[in-house]
């Protein structure tokens, strides 16, 4: 019986070998539809794991609070009255703000102050521009930054503002070339810090929505404790005369002394010295918080902002963000979109399957002789039924096969000219080849029985 069945089949071979233009065009709508999933479907998991990546590179559950400036502060614009008197109020984000959040907020797990400054590093005769950010030691926990080398930050070197960094992978290779880089001392604008310790390099492509979400190239960063830069290189606070109470006594904790040696740092070093006011008023240019779980990261928020307004008199002069809560909605808004390609793309496949049955009921009709012959020779109508439907089934996994590998060469290519991040997925290639194959055989049934169904006497006797 077996034996009986693989002559049907070999015979369905020989008709598709004799037919070969008529094969390839009657495979030609499979191919097309095979590729088409693969590589929709290659976009959808390429489009997921940068979702996952940055999801990863914001940290799970923070919150990103940053500061709203007025560009028009010190301009000399006319104002008006109301409006002067509410900024003249509000101290703007500041490290009180960071040590309120943390001590009232049960839901928080950890809190990190950032200020960031653009100026040039240099070791020996090796200068480069980089940019130096002030954090807290908990941030490299927040974004989930590991050493490759080294010592991290510790409380001593917060609390009095050590003159140490951590150095991104970019920065250590292009100023320590020869050298390991851990213990030894690098020049930050007008501050000499010493090395502590050199950061895993970090693939990242920053875009301009990713930054937004406080994703940012730690390779090219020099990292030193948040006080380290309110003290060695620029205080907004003490240069605005906002806090000139709170900055020298409650943060620092330095008393009339300590208070007196950072006003003539800040006012003597550093981008925004002197005694003018700048736009900017606020101490700190990021305030990241993470919550204990996700289910706490839209309550906490609204916690935030009312707590925030409430210290800044009522004036809304910094925005919240959620980075977690917006990649996930923008993952939701791809997979919709990738779900519509892919039934799109699975559409030219049922398209592929109608335009095989078309083919193969016109060939029955071309080869009504054949059939009648065979049957007058013994072929029963199951042996009908296998040829015709062998055929349709390997001109579908072949056009399956071709249309697998043109899916991953139009893969390749939307990576390399569209710089879209595409993956294939075995799984993409077995369902994109396994439905190729089931359209072989449902749309290659009827023709195959219509064949079956041929009167042999009238079959010899057609012209």
Not at 42 to 50: L, S
Not at 321 to 336: A, F, H, M, S, Y
Not at 404 to 422: C, D, K, N, Q, S
Request: aromatic residues 6%; proline residues 3%.
């Amino acid at each position: 019986m077996f034996r009986r069945y693989l002559h049907d089949i070999v015979i369905a071979i020989e008709a598709i070998m004799a037919n070969k233009l008529k094969s390839v065009l009657t495979a030609l709508g499979i191919i097309f539809g095979v590729a088409a999933v693969i590589s929709m479907l290659a976009i959808g998991a390429g489009a997921q794991k940068e979702i996952l990546d940055q999801i990863e590179m914001v940290g799970v559950n923070n919150i990103i609070i940053e500061p709203i400036v007025d560009q028009s502060s010190g301009s000399g614009e006319e104002e008006e009255e109301g409006e002067k008197e509410t900024k003249k109020f509000s101290n703007g984000i500041n490290l009180l703000d960071v040590a309120a959040i943390e001590g009232i907020l049960p839901t928080v797990r950890q809190v990190s102050s950032e200020i960031q400054l653009n100026t040039f590093v240099q070791h020996n005769q090796i200068r480069r521009p980089a940019v130096l950010m002030g954090v807290d030691p908990a941030y490299f926990h927040l974004f989930n930054l590991s050493l490759r080398r080294g010592d991290p930050f510790t409380s001593y070197h917060e609390e009095f503002g050590q003159a140490v960094c951590l150095i991104g992978s970019n920065v250590a290779s292009l100023l320590f070339p020869a050298e390991d880089a851990v213990g030894k001392f690098l020049k930050a604008g007008h501050a000499w810090l010493r090395v502590i310790g050199i950061l895993e390099k970090r693939d990242v492509v920053v875009s301009s929505s990713s930054a937004g979400l406080g994703i940012s190239n730690t390779n090219d960063q020099v990292f030193i404790p948040s006080k380290t830069m309110l003290i060695r290189y620029m205080n907004r606070a003490i240069v605005n005369k906002k806090l000139p109470q709170a900055t020298g006594i409650n943060i620092f904790g330095g008393g009339r002394h300590g208070r007196g040696m950072m006003i003539a740092q800040a006012l003597s070093t550093g981008g925004d010295s002197g005694p003018t006011t700048v736009a900017n008023y606020h101490q700190l240019d990021k305030i990241i918080v993470q919550v204990e779980d996700t289910k706490f990261l839209e309550p906490t928020t609204e916690i935030l902002s009312r707590l925030l307004l409430r210290r800044h008199n009522g004036v809304a002069d910094f925005k919240i963000t959620v980075p977690e809560l917006l990649l996930k909605q923008q993952q939701r808004t791809k997979d919709i979109f990738n779900i519509v390609l892919g039934a799109i793309a699975s559409i030219s496949l049922i398209v592929g399957g109608i335009g095989i049955m078309n083919i193969m009921l016109a060939s029955v009709m071309e080869r009504i002789r054949e059939i009648g012959t065979r049957q007058a020779i013994g072929a029963s109508r199951k042996d009908i039924v296998i040829q015709f439907l062998a055929e349709s089934t390997l001109i579908s996994i072949v056009g399956g096969l071709i249309g697998v590998i043109l899916g991953i060469i139009l893969t390749r290519l939307i990576t390399h000219f569209a710089e879209i991040l595409t993956i294939v997925s075995p799984f993409s290639v077995f369902v994109a080849f396994g439905v190729s194959a089931a359209v072989g055989i449902i749309f290659g049934y009827l023709p195959a029985k219509r064949a079956s169904e041929q009167d042999p006497v009238e079959s010899l006797r057609a012209n």
